[in-house]
Structures are given as structure tokens and as C-alpha cells.
């Protein structure tokens, strides 16, 4: 029913940055929130960022405050994350989700939705 697809991925430079986009199509999107995931190789799915749609209550992992910012454009059905002072460690692919049922919002398995992931590798 929903499909998320995001992009900006890309290799930049440790304290350079980069922005995300996630484009929700389908029947209208009118989800509780939305979030950002990332998995490195051989690592499981982390937290990154969330943000409630209608509230605009914002929530961030702990390694990525006052970094990144994530927002969303309800009349472009967009999420993004933007993403300030990037470090190698933030290398990742990085991936989008949609959540309905307003379950806490930095847990993977509280997301109905997910995008295809795109890579953001950070050099040193």
C-alpha cells in the first residue's frame, strides 16, 4: 500500500554532509511518524532519528544529536535527514520507515514501512 523510496546517498568526507530524501507514494500518507534507520555490515538495524508527522516531535540516537535533523514536507510526502559533521562511524546504508501504529518510535519493529536503503560511506 505504501511504498518508500529514498535517496542522497553518497561518499563524502569526514565533516562534510549530506542530505536524505524518503518519497512516500500510495493512498494518502498520513503516517504516526516516520524514521530513520542504519545497518553497517554485520551490525544489526539502529536507530538513527524519528519524527512525529502531526506533532513534529523529533526524537535522535544518542551518537547522532546535534548532527543530524530530521523533517518532513507533508505536501511532498517527504522525509528527510539531514545529516551535519559526519564521521566515519556514521557510515551506513540508511533506511527510511513509515510507522502507524504509534509504538515507540526508536524501535525497528514498531515501523509497518520500509524504503530500499541507500549508502552513506564516510571516508576518513
Known amino acids: 500500500q505504501v511504498q518508500l523510496v529514498e535517496s542522497g546517498g553518497g561518499l563524502v568526507q569526514a565533516g562534510g554532509s549530506l542530505r536524505l530524501s524518503c518519497v512516500a507514494s500510495?493512498?494518502?500518507?498520513?503516517?504516526?511518524?516516520m524514521g530513520w534507520f542504519r545497518q553497517a555490515p554485520g551490525k544489526e538495524r539502529d536507530f538513527v532519528a524519528a519524527?512525529?508527522?502531526?506533532?513534529?516531535?523529533?526524537r535522535y540516537a544518542d551518537s547522532v544529536k546535534g548532527r543530524f535533523t530530521i523533517s518532513g514536507d507533508s505536501a511532498k510526502n517527504t522525509v528527510y535527514l539531514q545529516m551535519n559533521s559526519l564521521k566515519p562511524e556514521d557510515t551506513a546504508v540508511y533506511y527510511c520507515?513509515?510507522?502507524?501504529?504509534?509504538?515507540?518510535?526508536?524501535?525497528?519493529?514498531?515501523?509497518?514501512?520500509w524504503g530500499q536503503g541507500t549508502q552513506v560511506t564516510v571516508s576518513s
Open positions: 519524527i512525529r508527522w502531526s506533532a513534529g516531535i523529533t
Open positions: 500510495g493512498r494518502t500518507f498520513n503516517p504516526y511518524a
Open positions: 520507515a513509515a510507522q502507524n501504529t504509534g509504538l515507540r518510535q526508536w524501535v525497528l519493529g514498531a515501523y509497518d514501512y
